[in-house]
């Protein structure tokens, strides 16, 4: 689950804040139908998920299981090693459940995965190992099931078996109440209340992306789409990533009037919002082709230090597209650009220093000490040499 660590576009990730007094610590870990519940006290009552028990085994039932079982029916594996986990018409035998939660979860049965990432939490019929437990939910929860992604979001808000991350957390819980968990819940309703609604949006951003990559979770468009649309209900950052995913299918032009309503509301408050808006008059996609438009909104949101704006207004002021040429501008936004690190702005900077005439140099130099900076140092910096 590894890209559950990485920021997603536009800073997805946010650092949730290290003290929260409600729902301090409580992992529910679902085996089947039924639930084992372990919580701490706090002032609430910590979130139920005690569903029934199984129904009782008869001999006759469990010699029909034990045969399907040895046959290699994954959905009997799984049931016999829940019988041994309860006792249920056998004696408990905890070796036994691990024996046939292996098997069922070997054949990609979510239920008995889960079970499994269980039996390795508790130490039971196994070493205690919370990163393996981990490890068996994660493929549960891709299975669909609905207790490993609760399992999952308590692993994370607790740091059980990984760094605690109240915001993965938060994301997991999501999924898990979306699938029908009824304890996911109350955890979604204690989480959210420690959130603000950009960070709500980015756990929203952060669930269609793994529909996107299908890495944590099956891909799918259809659910890539529909979370999107719920983060752009809350925040600008939402609106932007929508609109940049419909850009970006294979035939993206009926999006277009679509993505730049979006990205102008975006815009208000966000340079992202601003630079998609400068983008789309740019490309002429949803609107008519404009370039002095585009500048206007790529000027607005490079002035918020936007780099997809700083790097897209330094190649129409290098080619007087929209403006007026001005290279060495554009030789000013690349080296902002190059000093923030934005792959390639560096070479860029350096070929077009070595296309300037005299007094385009002179003006840079004068443009490069109203900043402050010092002429020799910067072209040393681009050319990758030695300042003197």
Not at 32 to 54: L, V, Y
Not at 166 to 180: H, M, N, S
Not at 265 to 273: I, L, Q, S, V
Request: with cysteine.
């Amino acid at each position: 689950m590894a890209s559950c660590h990485r920021l997603a576009p536009v800073t997805l990730f946010l650092q949730i804040m290290s003290s929260m007094t409600a729902f301090v610590s409580f992992l529910v870990l679902s085996v089947a139908g039924a639930a084992a519940q372990i919580s701490t006290p706090e002032p609430a009552a910590p979130p139920a998920q005690q569903a029934a028990k199984p129904a009782p085994l008869s001999q006759s039932d469990l010699a029909q299981l034990q045969v399907k079982a040895e046959a290699g029916d994954a959905t009997a594996q799984g049931v016999l090693g829940q019988a041994y986990r309860d006792g249920n018409g056998v004696p408990q035998n905890d070796a036994l459940a691990v024996k046939w939660f292996q098997k069922a979860a070997d054949q990609g049965d979510a239920t008995a995965e889960n079970n499994l990432g269980i039996m390795y939490r508790m130490g039971e019929g196994v070493v205690r190992d919370k990163e393996e437990a981990v490890r068996w939910y994660e493929k549960a929860a891709k299975g669909g099931s609905s207790q490993a992604m609760f399992n999952l979001g308590a692993s994370y808000y607790n740091g059980d078996g990984v760094a605690s991350n109240a915001y993965i957390a938060y994301a997991w819980f999501l999924l898990a109440q979306d699938a029908g968990n009824p304890a996911a819940q109350d955890a979604v309703r204690r989480t959210a209340a420690t959130m603000s609604r950009a960070e709500t949006a980015d756990a929203l951003i952060q669930i269609a992306t793994m529909y996107e990559k299908g890495e944590e979770l099956p891909k799918s468009e259809e659910q890539t789409v529909r979370w999107l649309r719920k983060a752009a209900e809350i925040s600008s950052q939402g609106k932007v990533r929508l609109a940049i995913h419909l850009l970006t299918q294979p035939d993206a032009t009926h999006n277009y009037a679509e993505a730049l309503d979006l990205c102008r509301a975006a815009a208000k408050d966000y340079a992202p919002g601003q630079s998609c808006v400068g983008y789309l008059y740019r490309k002429g996609w949803g609107v008519t082709q404009d370039s002095t438009e585009a500048v206007k909104w790529y000027q607005k949101a490079a002035a918020a230090s936007n780099l997809v704006a700083v790097m897209a207004l330094a190649e129409m002021y290098e080619n007087g597209e929209g403006t007026k040429v001005d290279r060495p501008a554009a030789f000013m936004l690349l080296y902002q650009a190059a000093r923030m690190g934005v792959s390639g702005a560096k070479q860029k900077a350096n070929d077009l220093l070595a296309r300037l005439n005299k007094a385009e140099l002179k003006q840079l130099d004068g443009k490069l000490r109203d900043r402050k900076f010092d002429p020799k140092s910067v072209f040393a910096a681009v050319q990758d040499k030695p300042s003197s």
